[in-house]
């Protein structure tokens, strides 16, 4: 989610990313079943990178791999107030060799 100090813009385009992360998951479960590693810890958290201008979350966004500003996303945030956020949940595993 993308918001500023005036309240949420909207959702970046993930869809590619999201994409990303099950051929991630694939190989994943691939080295679990096959023995080759276990989980010895899982935790999710969310991270919210900060941003002081509109174009500078703009400009680090559109860096980001498999994710797209949807035109009228930058354009709710180029109205909107400063600073910004942007709200991402994240997976962390840890592993050890099986």
Not at 12 to 36: P, R, Y
């Amino acid at each position: 989610m993308v918001s500023g100090s005036d309240g949420p813009h909207g959702e970046l385009d993930m869809s590619a990313w999201v994409e990303t992360i099950a051929s991630v998951d694939q190989g994943f479960e691939i080295a679990l079943t096959g023995g080759l590693f276990r989980i010895e810890h899982e935790e999710h958290f969310v991270t919210h990178d900060a941003f002081e201008t509109a174009e500078e979350l703009l400009e680090t966004a559109s860096d980001w791999r498999d994710t797209e500003i949807p035109a009228g996303l930058a354009e709710r945030v180029r109205a909107g107030s400063p600073p910004f956020t942007v709200r991402q949940d994240v997976r962390l595993r840890l592993l050890i060799r099986a």
